[in-house]
């Protein structure tokens, strides 16, 4: 995993150079050249399965976590065209909201599914719409009345299966917690919903063994996504990673599901986990637009899509995505709305100020950084170039 810490071809004040192998961090603005040219396939939609081992689909997660970012709100109004945007860059899966939470959400989810969730492109593209719930029914029949309109309908559900959340935030016994999610996983499935997600929450700090027994359950209950989460931002590349090809190679039914990761920032490691996580097999990536979400935010979609874009040929055997990265931009400003304190500079920059918080203990601390995101096209044709400028 080392490669992917290493820069691509490096272009500075218009002349070609490169930063010191094995050095993290470069001065001044640098620009990465990527010349790899986006895969004109989309494999067919398939809930447990992708015909293209190398298709990596993009979950995005920007309006049910992302609005999880301190201070957020938005109008079911904005939602929809966060939305419509996350269409046009060719997200595959939009999670929509968290139905149950509020009655203006789950007609927001409706009004996404309804619209955004049946609008066919020409080249036969719609997004999967998909709603978040709890183990229990009323949070599943409100997710599932939320999304049922799309085309392609998805609900999610979690439970927490680290010893420490079990015991203190569930007080459930690890079989417990085992027979609740595979009997809400297959009371979805009895609704009608034939793409289920599972996420064992806290996941990055689980026992491996217990995960093996949760999961395989919930694959014989019909889920057809796995997502392993590191929800406190805990683990490291090289540990999430193998935590990844683990489930991969040891939960009975793996093969027929969708591996899926989850990752938080709370130690600056978002990106490169789901990184790590698609080097060793997950083909599904949850990320939000410029990172943002509950405490230090999640992976950034612009972070995760560019990096594949750059070094999948390279580094990772070939992997893809669909996400046309000429509407990444303009998917920045709209995160704005999300965050408050993030501001716009002008010449397609998009400036973000990041204030974290750690909500349930009521702490805070601010580390503000400065990232901009300049997207060019290099003939018009062939989006090409990131800029990145990192600021103390």
Request: charged fraction near 25%; hydrophobic fraction near 35%.
């Amino acid at each position: 995993m080392t490669h992917i810490t290493e820069f691509a071809s490096v272009i500075r004040k218009g002349q070609r150079s490169s930063c010191s192998r094995g050095k993290s961090v470069c001065s001044g603005p640098v620009l990465v050249e990527c010349n790899a040219s986006e895969n004109s396939r989309r494999p067919k939609y398939i809930s447990n399965k992708i015909d293209d081992p190398n298709y990596v689909r993009i979950f995005d997660t920007t309006l049910r976590d992302g609005e999880q970012s301190p201070g957020a709100s938005l109008t079911s109004k904005e939602k929809l065209d966060i939305a419509r945007q996350l269409a046009k860059l060719g997200v595959d899966i939009i999670e929509a909201g968290y139905p149950r939470s509020s009655p203006d959400d789950l007609e927001a989810v409706k009004m996404i599914a309804k619209e955004v969730g049946n609008h066919v492109d020409d080249d036969g593209y719609v997004p999967v719409i998909c709603g978040l719930f709890r183990c229990n029914k009323g949070d599943t029949d409100a997710a599932w009345e939320g999304v049922r309109y799309a085309l392609h309908p998805r609900i999610h559900t979690f439970i927490a299966t680290s010893e420490i959340h079990m015991r203190h935030k569930l007080r459930k016994t690890p079989e417990e917690v085992i027979q609740i999610a595979s009997e809400m996983v297959a009371y979805a499935r009895s609704l009608g919903c034939e793409d289920v997600e599972f996420s064992p929450e806290d996941a990055g700090r689980s026992d491996t063994e217990f995960l093996y027994r949760i999961l395989t359950e919930v694959i014989k209950a019909g889920a057809t996504t796995l997502n392993i989460p590191d929800t406190v931002g805990y683990t490291l590349p090289s540990e999430f990673g193998s935590l990844i090809a683990k489930i991969k190679a040891t939960t009975p039914g793996a093969e027929n599901v969708i591996i899926c990761t989850h990752c938080q920032n709370d130690l600056g490691l978002a990106t490169a986990n789901t990184l790590a996580g698609a080097y060793n097999g997950g083909r599904q990536l949850e990320v939000t637009i410029n990172g943002i979400g509950e405490r230090a935010g999640n992976a950034s979609l612009q972070e995760v899509v560019m990096a594949i874009r750059c070094r999948g040929n390279e580094l990772f055997g070939g992997l893809y995505t669909r996400i046309n990265s000429k509407h990444i931009s303009v998917a920045n400003r709209m995160g704005v709305m999300l965050q408050p304190g993030l501001k716009i500079t002008p010449a397609n920059l998009v400036s973000i100020s990041k204030d974290y918080y750690h909500q349930k203990d009521m702490d805070y601390f601010e580390a503000p950084m400065d990232l901009w995101y300049n997207l060019e096209d290099k003939d018009r044709s062939e989006p090409g170039f990131v800029s990145l400028l990192y600021a103390a």
